[in-house]
């Protein structure tokens, strides 16, 4: 029951993020001149601004870190909450908007170079951070179903026993080491990706 549970959750939040992904795809085909011929999302500006700055890795490192594991940690906190499973699939689902907007956005102003420049953004860190946040996604899911589903559903162990906390605990520490070094691809190697296929714009 407790791996049906895991499985069920995988696939609504597969759905969520595709519903929130196909969303973003329709507000930017809907309001075109608003997203393109107006905006500057991925204008031309920005572009040169991106092949002109390569940040040195010790510089992003910081921001990178204190931004994932701030989301991390948020995230954690909201799934001990009442309402921590709606907040969850909301993040989900912005998630997914913010990826169909920014991706259709891309594809729409260099076809297939967009395509190529949405996959340098995300590699490699996107091997591990993918991953990393789906677990955590899962964790977090997890933990708000233990504390708040009638007893009957618990299956053998209590909500507030020792156990409990140090299975979480072990699982969270996992998780977050993923995110660190997916950060640490995103700040030492990524940069290097992106510079290289941006010669192509």
Known sequence: MHRQFGTKNGYYMAY?????????????????????RNGSLLGAEMMNRLKSSRPAGEGLVGYILGHRLFTGCLLCLVSTTLI????LCAYICYA???AGCLLSVAVVRYGIRGLLFMAAVLFPQALLLVPAYI?????????????????TQLEGYERYS????????AQLIGIMTVVIMGCLLE????????????KIF
């Open 162 to 169: 020792s156990r409990f906390y140090l299975k979480k605990g």
């Open 135 to 151: 677990l955590l996604f899962l964790w977090a899911a997890d933990v708000n179903r233990t504390l708040y589903a009638p007893r």
């Open 84 to 87: 921590g499973m709606p907040l």
């Open 187 to 198: 700040s030492y190697v990524n940069p290097s990706v992106l510079h290289f296929v941006l």
């Open 16 to 36: 969520l993020f595709l519903i929130g992904l196909f969303v973003g795809i329709l507000f930017v085909n809907l309001g075109h001149d608003t997203w393109i």
């Open 96 to 98: 997914g908007l913010s």
